[in-house]
């Protein structure tokens, strides 16, 4: 289907000059067997997430937690943030037994899956309210569904890739986004309203009630496993290099001692970190969150040097294979700048960095911004919840229409165009105030533009990958797109004080012009 070395030119022009399709080739394309498999498992993806963010939140809160407990709680969804870093496992290490029987992509999501659905059975079967040791397995199972949910994610973003050809791809992740939304909604609407129904309420908590819940959404899980142990393998031409066990042993152990240096330099050094930021922030009251910021900044490059050099010595003495490890974690990253070299390379690095800043940027801030105009919960979860959610999936589908049709660079420029443009909108609302009316047609253009955007993008950055490396190159992508949007978005709050509502919406304008020169940019080079 693909071939294993793809050349630089080829992977230009598939990018930047695909043949125009007509609106009924674009149409029939959405009975491919595959368009539909993304949306049951973007289903699967989608469930876990909010398992341990919203939903046990308001659970440990009934159940007496501390809100500082709470809080703590979201550290286990940091997986989401490295998964980048144990990719190269899931594209190097086989399985016993299932990788034979299912295939390298199907075995790792049948482990993935089965992970998730413990992790989800450990929560259930903990009471929050039994105690400090009740907390600490209850914490294990939120860190094992984070970890095992992340895993799950890597693995469905490589079988996308590999189980269709490049131009079926904005149609798989349409569908795959649409799944994914369908998923959040179900885990943060379901076991609210299972836990209310079996009877639980924060001033008469039920541990069953929730027990119940969570049990339920385990079982909900099971439509990725059968998903997974229906479809067929992906058919692709990578030659996947085998490594005598012995290898693969070692090679484990050496992940497992760098991430183990990581892990200690980053969470002992919490008392060290805490009492300098508050010494720094007597001397310096005006300048907390900057200082806060660059003490976390070093903290966190300390912790990744340190896994670094563990890596990097334990190689040196033997500890793993020289070879492997290269394959491993090198290959990936040459690969990506050789086959688009220097200057090329980095023009798409910056534009997959910055190309959702705009929309991430103020959708930090959207719902204090709700709060702040007088409109009231029920409002805010019937418009922008639920509405803005049909809203996202009919961008996605049409973005996948419009991308199969015309192509993803110009459908990329689009969704670039009017994701920052509809930011306008809100300088709008922020001078009616509280309208409905108003309120209504910011979420339609905002959701709307959201969902094409997003649709066109991650079927641009399954372009950029090689078919040899598909989970490490499509980690390494999908971390990068958020991370400098969401540092950014950490000091919204701080801009809004500083400028007020209005301007900080035309920032969040402007900042979308640097993306749409990056866009041409890009397309011109990869013609």
Excluded at 162 to 175: G, M, N, R, V, W
Excluded at 501 to 509: M, Q, R, S, V
Aim: with cysteine; hydrophobic share 50%.
């Amino acid at each position: 289907m693909y071939d294993d070395k793809i050349t630089q030119s080829e992977t230009m022009n598939n990018q930047a000059a695909p043949g125009k399709k007509s609106w009924r080739e674009a149409m029939r394309a959405w009975t491919h067997p595959r368009v539909m498999t993304m949306l049951f498992f973007g289903f699967s993806a989608g469930v876990p997430i909010l398992l341990i963010f919203s939903s046990l939140s308001l659970w440990l809160r009934e159940a007496g937690v501390s809100r500082s407990a709470v809080t703590f709680f979201s550290w286990a969804a940091l997986g989401y943030s490295f998964k980048f870093v144990w990719a190269p496992l899931i594209d190097t290490l086989p399985l016993p037994v299932l990788t034979r029987r299912l295939g390298r992509r199907r075995g790792w999501l049948l482990v993935a899956q089965t992970a998730v659905i413990t992790a989800i059975c450990i929560m259930a079967l903990t009471d929050p309210a039994g105690g400090e040791q009740s907390l600490v397995v209850m914490a294990l199972g939120a860190v094992m569904l984070g970890f095992s949910s992340a895993t799950q994610d890597i693995v469905i973003d490589a079988y996308r890739i590999e189980c269709a050809e490049e131009k079926l791809q904005a149609l798989l992740s349409s569908t795959y986004i649409a799944g994914y939304r369908i998923g959040m909604l179900v885990a943060g609407a379901g076991p609210l309203f299972l836990a209310s129904w079996f009877g639980t309420s924060k001033g008469a908590y039920n541990y069953l009630a929730w027990q119940y819940s969570y049990l339920a959404m385990a079982a909900v899980m099971l439509v990725g496993v059968a998903t997974t142990l229906l479809i067929p393998e992906p058919e692709t031409n990578r030659k996947n290099v085998e490594f005598p066990t012995s290898h693969y042993l070692r090679f484990i152990l050496l992940f497992a001692c760098s991430a183990g240096v990581f892990a200690a330099t980053f969470f002992l050094s919490g008392d060290l970190v805490k009492g300098l930021k508050d010494s720094l922030a007597l001397d310096h009251p005006g300048h907390t969150k900057l200082i806060g910021f660059g003490i976390e900044t070093v903290r966190l490059g300390a912790a990744v040097c340190g896994a670094l050099a563990t890596g990097f010595f334990l190689t040196m003495l033997g500890v793993a294979d020289r070879p492997m490890v290269r394959r491993t974690y090198i290959e990936p990253v040459a690969d990506f700048f050789k086959r688009y070299h220097l200057s090329t390379a980095l023009l798409l690095l910056a534009l997959v960095g910055l190309y959702r800043i705009s929309d991430i940027v103020l959708g930090v801030i959207s719902n204090v911004f709700y709060q702040d105009l007088g409109f009231t919960k029920t409002e805010i979860a019937g418009i922008i919840k639920t509405f803005g959610l049909f809203m996202t999936l009919a961008g996605g589908f049409l973005g996948g229409m419009l991308t199969v049709r015309y192509g993803v660079i110009k459908i990329l420029f689009a969704g670039a165009l009017l994701s920052s443009g509809t930011n306008l909108l809100f300088l709008l609302l922020a001078n009616v105030g509280d309208s409905i009316p108003v309120l209504t047609l910011v979420i339609a253009a905002d959701n709307l533009s959201a969902g094409i955007a997003t649709t066109a993008f991650v079927a641009f950055l399954s372009s950029l990958t090689n078919i040899s490396f598909t989970a490490v190159q499509y980690a390494i992508f999908s971390s990068l797109m958020t991370l400098l949007p969401k540092l950014i978005g950490g000091y919204s709050g701080t801009m809004v004080t500083a400028w007020g509502y209005p301007w900080f919406f035309l920032a969040t304008t402007l900042m979308g012009i640097p993306v749409l020169l990056l866009i041409w940019l890009a397309g011109r080079r990869l013609r």
